[in-house]
């Protein structure tokens, strides 16, 4: 397989019941563990709603993100299931300003909703 992220083919161990498995893998397991996973959750009061951000890494890595698309999808699924009522936005980098937060809370008052933003990584 190739990794995304540092461009190197990597081999997938495989057993006797895995033998004939064509699942895919986009990053190698060094990536995987220089590169982890650390869900953050925060809630941020709007005017009238309130705004949810899911952060899917605590630090601003360079990796490429397509890398964790699977992993990503799962979460971003999970999070959908959750919050069903939320008006629903991904983005993979979030610039978090005060005029964004305005923005947003302009959005959830037009929308009458809750606002869920997932994103890659947050920028304060
Ligand atoms: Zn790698």
Redesign the pocket.
Known sequence: MY?F????Q?YVKRNFLSLFETKKYY??D??RKKYPIQLHYEEIPLENYSLYIVSIFRMTYKLCFESYSKEISYIVLFLLKRHKACFFIFQEHLHLTDYFIEFLSLLADAEKKDILFVCCEVKK
């Open positions: 990794c992220t540092c461009k190197k990597f990053i190698c060094s990536c």
